[in-house]
C-alpha cells in the first residue's frame, strides 16, 4: 500500500533535547512539507523541500531544521531553541505533476517537559 | 500574505439535517485553489473537496457542495443530509498555484453532529 508514516504517533521528551521525527513516503512524491498545529488551530507550515537536496522554510521554521537526503524522507528535528515544542506535527507530500494535492501522514504528538 | 478566515468556532447539526460553514480569505493572486479538509478525532487530515479559482462553477462532491464568491474571497462548504461521521474539525485552506504550493489553513470550525 502506497502511503506516507509518520512515526512514532507520541513522542515524549525533555526539555532541553534536540528531538528528531520521521516522515517516510513510497508514493514517490518530489514535495515533501511539515506542518505543526496547535490545540484547536489550524497547520502551520515549518519547512518543505520540492526536491532531493533542497528545503526551504515555511512561516515558523525557527527552531527547527529539516533535511532531505533521500526523495522517501523528509526527518523534522525540533531543536531546543524551539521554544514552545508541544504540538500535532503532520508530514505531507504531493506529487510534482499534480499541484493542487497534498497526501497528509497520520502525524506525530510531541510533548515536551 | 495570504490569510484564511473561519469566523466560526463551533457549531452544530441534527443528524440529517443541513449546516453551512463559513470561510473568507484574503489574496491579491488569481491563480489559486481552495480546499475544505475534514479532521476527525484520529486527527488524519482527509480532503473534502476542490475549487479551483478560474472555475465558475461551484465544487460538489456528494453530500458536499461549495458556495464559492471569487470577488467578495468567500468560501462556504455545506454539509447536506448531514451524518454522525461529520462530526469533526473543518478546515477551509488556500493554495497559491506556484513552486512551492504550500497551503495556507484557516483556525478551524468544530462541528458536531447530533443524533
Known amino acids: 500500500d502506497g502511503g506516507i508514516t509518520q512515526s512514532p504517533k507520541y513522542l515524549f521528551r525533555k526539555e532541553g533535547q534536540n528531538v528528531t521525527l520521521s516522515c517516510e513516503q513510497n508514493l514517490n512524491h518530489d514535495a515533501m512539507y511539515w506542518y505543526r498545529q496547535d490545540p484547536g488551530q489550524g497547520l502551520r507550515l515549518i519547512y518543505y523541500?520540492?526536491?532531493?537536496?533542497?528545503?526551504q522554510k515555511g512561516d515558523i521554521a525557527e527552531g527547527y531544521s529539516v533535511s532531505r537526503e533521500k526523495k522517501e524522507s523528509f526527518p523534522l528535528t525540533v531543536t531546543s531553541a524551539q521554544k514552545n515544542p508541544t504540538a500535532f506535527y503532520l508530514c505531507?507530500?504531493?506529487?510534482?505533476?499534480?499541484?493542487?494535492?497534498?497526501?497528509f501522514g497520520p502525524g506525530t504528538r510531541l510533548t515536551v517537559t | 500574505a495570504q490569510t484564511v478566515t473561519q469566523s466560526q468556532p463551533e457549531m452544530s447539526v441534527q443528524e440529517a439535517e443541513t449546516v453551512t460553514l463559513s470561510c473568507t480569505y484574503d489574496?491579491?493572486?488569481?491563480?489559486?485553489?481552495l480546499f475544505w479538509y475534514k479532521q476527525p478525532p484520529s486527527r488524519q487530515m482527509i480532503l473534502v473537496i476542490r475549487q479551483e479559482a478560474y472555475k465558475q462553477q461551484n465544487a460538489t462532491e456528494n453530500r458536499f457542495s461549495v458556495n464559492f464568491q471569487k470577488a467578495a474571497k468567500s468560501f462556504s462548504l455545506k454539509i447536506s443530509d448531514s451524518q454522525l461521521g461529520d462530526t469533526a474539525m473543518y478546515f477551509c485552506a488556500f493554495m497559491i498555484n506556484n513552486a512551492g504550493n504550500m497551503l495556507t489553513f484557516g483556525g478551524g470550525t468544530r462541528l458536531m453532529v447530533k443524533p
Open positions: 505531507a507530500s504531493r506529487d510534482r505533476d499534480v499541484e493542487y494535492e497534498q497526501y
Open positions: 523541500s520540492q526536491i532531493v537536496n533542497d528545503f
Open positions: 489574496t491579491s493572486e488569481n491563480n489559486y485553489y
